[in-house]
């Protein structure tokens, strides 16, 4: 068995595979990924016939490349405010509503951290953050938000609806600059 282990690596009979990835490899990916950055990365693996593992490697280690989650989001300009507030000032606009959604923010920024080499060291952040809930709605022409709630409120049905009865319509009085 002694031998076996120094032979071969491991107590089973025959050798280990390893399985090498060509370095020739590493030069088309490198020149491709530079000349068209947003082809995909399943189009990539099919094109190369390699696994995902392995231009996932190619990627990180070799070009120092890593995926991102793709994320999409709208630059609110000077000529955006005149849409958000045509839409606004309609009557009905409530109605027309597509989706609402809120987030909570933890102004703390801290977390439960252990440290793996000195697990004596405990950081413990307090047991209540404090938080900033933001609202914000999807209209068929624009975005209406974001609206902003202290002590991490939830908005429920009752805050939403008096959200629509009274703000909107006390910024329509008010004529906000930027809404």
Not at 115 to 129: G, T, V
């Amino acid at each position: 068995m002694y031998i076996e282990i120094v032979e071969h690596g491991t107590v089973g009979a025959g050798q280990q595979v390893v399985h090498k990835r060509p370095r020739r490899l590493n030069v088309p990916i490198s020149g491709i990924f530079a000349d068209n950055p947003h082809v995909s990365y399943r189009l990539r693996v099919q094109y190369f016939g390699v696994s995902g593992t392995t231009l996932g490697r190619i990627l990180g280690v070799v070009l120092h490349l890593f995926p991102y989650k793709v994320q999409f989001t709208r630059r609110i300009l000077p000529s955006t405010s005149l849409e958000i507030w045509k839409t606004v000032t309609q009557p009905h606009f409530w109605k027309e509503i597509l989706m609402t959604n809120e987030a909570y923010f933890t102004l703390s920024g801290g977390a439960w951290k252990i440290s793996a080499f000195a697990a004596h060291d405990i950081y413990e952040p307090s047991l209540h953050h404090q938080k900033v809930t933001t609202w914000g709605d999807v209209c068929p022409e624009t975005i209406v938000g974001s609206f902003f709630f202290i002590d991490g409120e939830t908005v429920d049905g009752n805050r939403y609806r008096w959200m629509l009865d009274h703000v909107c319509p006390e910024m329509r009085e008010k004529a906000l600059d930027g809404y």
